[in-house]
């Protein structure tokens, strides 16, 4: 019997992806220089020259500049900047990382979408982490993120005693966050609940916008 050839990890380095994006622009990416400092790390990719689309399993990694994404399946769209990735994503931009179960994100833009975020952040206004988990988080991880169905706290998981719900949450990194339909939970118990609620750390003391308490 005739041994099949065994599969060939593949591992993209500068050099191959240079030559496959040189004269391909990448919105705002592109213009900024002509040899787009990318790699791709994968066990397996096709690339589609004409539609100019790669698509990777197993193990991916790909990297642009101060942005990375791991997951276990990706697809890049070099013309619009569009990657798409599913199974144990991790984002990585600018010191921040995010895992989810899925991610769409523009490397023009710098803005994606994650579903079932899970993530700490990090401030010197704030002592310790805050960790989060939300059903999706969407925006630029740098400048401002909204959060639907958010989780918040800064005891240890998996049974924290003190932790936030919200509906809806508006991050402004190292500036203020602005929540809806917020609650706070101590032991299991609901201590209350406000539809509007605006916290920003810098300020010299705790800005309240009009708020209603929910039983």
């Known amino acids: 019997m005739r041994a099949r050839p065994a599969p060939v990890p593949s591992s993209i380095g500068i050099g191959v992806i240079a030559f496959l994006l040189l004269g391909t622009p990448i919105g705002a990416v592109a213009q900024e220089t002509e040899e787009l400092p990318v790699t791709l790390n994968a066990d397996s990719y096709q690339f589609d020259r004409q539609a100019r689309i790669i698509t990777a399993r197993g193990h991916v990694v790909l990297s642009v500049r101060d942005v990375t994404v791991r ?42 979408t994650l579903f079932n975020a899970r993530t700490e952040y990090h401030s010197p206004l704030i002592l310790g982490s805050v960790r989060l988990r939300a059903e999706k988080l969407e925006g630029d991880l740098a400048r401002f993120v909204t959060i639907r169905k958010g989780f918040t706290t800064t005891c240890e998981e998996p ?57």
């Open 159 to 215: 049974d924290p005693v003190a932790y936030a719900t919200a509906d809806e949450l508006q991050v402004y990194p190292n500036d203020k966050v602005v929540g809806r339909h917020v609650s706070l939970w101590v032991a299991g118990h609901r201590l209350f609940g406000t539809v509007l609620h605006h916290f920003s750390p810098r300020a010299p003391r705790r800005e309240h916008l009009p708020s209603h308490r929910l039983r």
């Open 71 to 112: 997951a276990d399946a990706l697809v890049a769209d070099l013309q619009t900047g569009m990657v798409t990735a599913e199974g144990s994503v991790q984002l990585d931009v600018a010191g921040q990382s995010v895992a989810a179960e899925m991610l769409t994100f523009n490397l023009s833009t710098r803005v994606g």
